[in-house]
C-alpha cells in the first residue's frame, strides 16, 4: 500500500543546530507540503512543492528550506534550530487535483533546548 | 484576517446530543473544502469533502454557504469515539496550482 512516512518521529536539539526532517512518500504526488502544529494555530504552512526542482514558501518559512530532488522525499531543513521552533511537523502529500485528499504523515515532535 | 478561522471550542457534550462546527474562509474564490479529523497526537485524517449541495456520511452532514463563506459540520448522536479535533481546509489556487489552508481545529469533547 502506498504511504507517506516521516523521520525521526521525535526528536532533541540544541538552539544553533542545523537539523533535517524526512518525508517520503508512495504515492507518486507531485505536491508535497511541510506544516507545524502549535497550540492556538492549528497547522501553518511551511514550504511546499509542486514537482521536483520546484519549492515554495508558506506563511511561515523563515529559518526553514527544503529541496525536492526527486517525486519521493521533501526534507525540511533548519538551518540553525531556534527554541521558537519546538514543534509538531507533518509532511502531507497530495494529488495536484483540488477535489483530492491530501495524506499525512505521522507527524515529527521537534524540540530545541 | 484569518484565511480560515474556526471556534476553538472546546465543545463539552454527552452521548447522544447533537454539536455543529462553523468555518468561516476569505477567499470568495476557494472551490473546495475538506473537514478533517484529528486524534491527540495523531496526525489529521480526512473526515468528509464538502460539496455545494451539501453531503452526508451516516450521522455526520458537511454544509457550504458560499454566499456567507462558511461551511459546517453537524454530528448527530455523539458518540464517546467521536472526541477529537475538526479541522476544516480549503483549496485555493495559486498560479494554477492547488494549495490546502487549515483553521486551526476545534475541539470535541463527548462524555458519558
Known amino acids: 500500500d502506498a504511504e507517506i512516512t516521516q523521520s525521526p518521529r521525535h526528536k532533541i536539539t540544541e538552539t544553533g543546530r542545523q537539523v533535517t526532517l524526512a518525508c517520503h512518500q508512495t504515492w507518486n504526488h507531485n505536491n508535497m507540503f511541510w506544516y507545524r502544529q502549535d497550540l492556538g494555530h492549528g497547522l501553518r504552512l511551511i514550504h511546499y512543492s509542486y514537482g521536483v526542482q520546484d519549492t515554495n514558501k508558506g506563511e511561515v518559512s523563515d529559518g526553514y528550506s527544503v529541496s525536492r530532488s526527486n517525486t519521493e522525499d521533501l526534507p525540511l531543513t533548519l538551518e540553525s534550530a531556534a527554541s521558537s521552533q519546538t514543534s509538531v511537523y507533518f509532511c502531507a502529500s497530495r494529488k495536484d487535483e483540488q477535489n483530492t485528499e491530501a495524506f499525512f504523515g505521522q507527524g515529527t515532535r521537534l524540540t530545541v533546548v | 484576517r484569518k484565511e480560515v478561522e474556526q471556534d476553538p471550542g472546546p465543545f463539552n457534550v454527552p452521548e447522544g446530543a447533537t454539536v455543529a ?66 479541522l476544516c481546509a480549503v483549496n485555493e489556487l495559486y498560479g494554477g496550482y492547488n494549495k490546502l489552508i487549515f483553521g486551526a481545529g476545534t475541539r470535541l469533547a463527548v462524555h458519558p
Not at chain 2, 485524517?45 to 454566499?67: C, H, I, P, W
Request: charged share 20%.
Open chain 2, 21 to 86: 462546527f462553523n468555518c468561516t474562509y476569505s477567499n470568495s474564490a476557494s472551490q473546495s473544502f475538506f473537514w478533517y479529523r484529528q486524534d491527540c497526537r495523531k496526525e489529521p485524517k480526512l473526515l468528509m469533502s464538502v460539496y455545494s449541495s451539501g453531503n452526508e456520511d451516516g450521522r455526520f452532514t458537511a454544509q457550504l454557504n458560499r454566499a456567507s463563506q462558511y461551511i459546517s459540520l453537524l454530528i448527530r448522536d455523539s458518540k464517546l469515539s467521536d472526541s477529537a479535533t475538526y
